[in-house]
């Protein structure tokens, strides 16, 4: 299936990563984004985020965070079973976690880590591809493509 979003991360540094990783593992049929119509299609994923206004210095606060929970649950609800759900990032992981009314004592984050969730799909963590991390290689490019491949697996059980 294909599906197409509002493509988040577009001309953005963080960008750059995201799209080559999609285009490598068969996600995306083009390996950048630079417009909304530059003929980027993702192929059996969806990009969104956890917060829908672009916050100051990009680092929601948690009130913006709690405002926009609810459109974040009806994305994952409308995904099917099985699905998975790569967080890049604790606040994405933590927003995921909120929205579906769990507990983040009982879904650490840890880059790398699979969290099965209680309606048949799958969290997977992955340290967020901004440019500090990539420029500390706190997140490498190798790291990201196992990320990539592990939700890929995880699509297949």
């Excluded at 059996?44 to 965070?65: S, Y």
Aim: proline share 4%; aromatic share 8%.
């Amino acid at each position: 299936d294909v599906c197409s979003s509002d493509l988040p991360f577009t001309g953005d540094h963080a960008g750059i990563l995201l799209y080559e990783t999609l285009y490598k593992t068969g996600f995306s049929n083009k390996p950048e984004s630079v417009s909304l119509n530059d003929g980027l299609i993702l192929q059996g994923c969806r990009i969104t985020n956890a917060v829908k206004c672009l916050p100051p210095e990009n680092k929601p606060v948690t009130d913006e965070i709690k405002n926009c929970n609810a459109y974040l649950l009806n994305e994952l609800n409308a995904l099917k079973k099985g699905a998975s759900i790569l967080a890049l990032g604790t606040i994405a992981h933590n927003a995921i976690i909120r929205a579906l009314g769990l507990k983040l004592k009982d879904f650490k984050f840890g880059h790398g880590a699979e969290h099965s969730l209680p309606d048949g799909k799958w969290l997977i963590d992955s340290y967020h591809c901004s440019r500090y991390n990539t420029n500390t290689r706190r997140l490498t490019e190798p790291m990201f493509d196992a990320i990539f491949a592990e939700a890929r697996e995880l699509l297949k059980k």
